[in-house]
C-alpha cells in the first residue's frame, strides 16, 4: 500500500478529541493483559523480541545498528510498536531490556517495559514498527532502569544510521541512546523522541514469578532460564564484552 500523508489546513477541536480519545484507547489495549494471562503474554513477548532482533542482523540496512550493538551497554527490544494517527497521533507498545554486566560483560534480563508517546501532526493512518534502542553510555542505562523516562529528555537520543555501508557514521555518534526501527506499516519509519519509557511491574512479576525490580533483574543478575534464548541472540550479534 502506498503511504500518504494528509494535510489539514484547519485544526477541528472535536476531530482533535476524538484522535486523543482513540490513543488512550490504543495505549489502553496494548498495556491490558490479554485471556491468556500475563505470564504466557510475558514469554510470548520475549520471543517475538528475540525474532525482532534476528530480523535487525539479518537486514542489509542495518549495518549501523550491528556496528553499534557491539559496543551497547544495553538493548531495548520492542517487537510491535504501534501508531495510529488522526490529527494526533499516539503511539505504544510492550518491549524488554537486557543489559550487559560492566564487570562481566555478562548479559542480565529481561526487564518488562511499555512505550508509548503522543505525535502531534496531521496524518491519517496506523503502522507497526519493530523497534530497538541500544544503550550506549551508563548514563542510558540508569535512565532506562527508573520507574518512568523521556526519551530523549532524561536522556540524549540519536536516531541510528541506516543503509548500506553506514558503519563508519557510528564512529562519531554521541548518544546515549540509539534508536533504530523497522517499518511494517504506511509510514516510512517511526520516531520515539519524546516517548515515555515506563517498568511494567505487574509483567516482571509474572516472568518471574515473584515482585522483581528492573534493577534488580538486570544489575543483580536474577535468574531467568526461559529468557536463554534471547540472551543467546544477544550474544550473538552484540558480544559477550563491552569494547
Known sequence: MIARRITRTSRAPGAQIIAVAMGITLL???????????ALETRQLVQQARLTLENFQADPMMGGFRDLA????GVFVAPQLLK?????????GSGVLV??????????????????????????????????????TERGVNAMLQPSVKLGADASLAVGP?????EGATENLS???????????????????????????????AYYGKPVTPSRILIH????PQAEDLLATVRHFAGPRSG
Open 28 to 38: 489502553a489495549t496494548v498495556a491490558r493483559p490479554g485471556w491468556a494471562g500475563e
Open 70 to 73: 557491539r559496543r551497547a551497554r
Open 84 to 92: 495510529a494517527a488522526f490529527v494526533v497521533g499516539a503511539s505504544g
Open 99 to 136: 543489559v550487559r554486566d560492566e564487570h562481566t560483560g555478562q548479559w542480565h534480563g529481561p526487564a518488562f517495559y511499555t512505550l508509548g508517546g503522543a505525535s502531534f501532526g496531521f496524518q491519517i493512518g496506523a503502522e507497526a514498527s519493530e523497534v530497538v534502542v541500544l544503550a550506549m
Open 162 to 166: 541506516v543503509g548500506m555501508g553506514v
Open 175 to 205: 548518544a546515549d541512546l540509539v534508536a533504530f526501527s523497522r517499518s511494517k506499516g504506511l509510514y516510512g519509519g517511526v520516531s520515539v523522541q519524546g516517548a515515555v519509557l515506563g517498568v511494567r511491574t505487574a509483567w516482571n512479576k
Open 221 to 224: 543478575g536474577e535468574n531467568a
